[in-house]
């Protein structure tokens, strides 16, 4: 698998990105915080696909809240390869830039629906934990958050 910077508005990413946005409306309405490809392309996001072969098999990003913290965003194994470790490479890829980027904390904002729980139980595999809100985001009923301390 190879995983590169890439950029979020590219043809080859569209369709797995409104796949991404369409699944979490339709089980979190308003609550879903995920970022189209404009939110993706702000200065404070780093936008990465991950590729088996030739095909898209993920994407994720890591946004810059300050020079110390850092959140993950928009994390999407393609439907043909989920429950490969497409995932937990992408989700390693962007710790290990956090880690890079000398942040002390990395969080992250997902949901509580059941389609969540893989993508929760991965995140505490690497260490999250849950934590509050964070950043400008407020709880509710559809969200809940984590954090991975980086600084030891």
Request: charged share 20%; net charge negative; aromatic share 6%.
């Amino acid at each position: 698998m190879e995983i590169r910077q890439d950029d979020p508005k590219a043809r080859h990413v569209a369709d797995l990105l409104a796949h991404h946005l369409e699944e979490l409306r339709s089980v979190m309405g308003e609550h879903a915080q995920a970022l189209d490809a404009s939110g993706l392309s702000a200065p404070t996001v780093t936008f990465w696909t991950a590729w088996q072969n030739d095909a898209l098999a993920g994407f994720g990003a890591l946004k810059q809240l300050d020079e110390m913290h850092g959140e993950v965003k928009s994390m999407r194994a393609a439907p043909t390869t989920r429950g490969t470790g497409v995932g937990r490479a992408i989700l390693l890829h962007i710790v290990a830039e956090a880690r890079k980027r000398g942040y002390a904390r990395l969080s992250l904002e997902t949901g509580t629906a059941s389609l969540h729980a893989p993508a929760v139980s991965l995140y505490r595999s690497v260490g999250f934990a849950n934590c509050g809100p964070f950043a400008d985001y407020q709880a509710s009923p559809h969200n809940q958050f984590m954090s991975l301390d980086l600084a030891n």
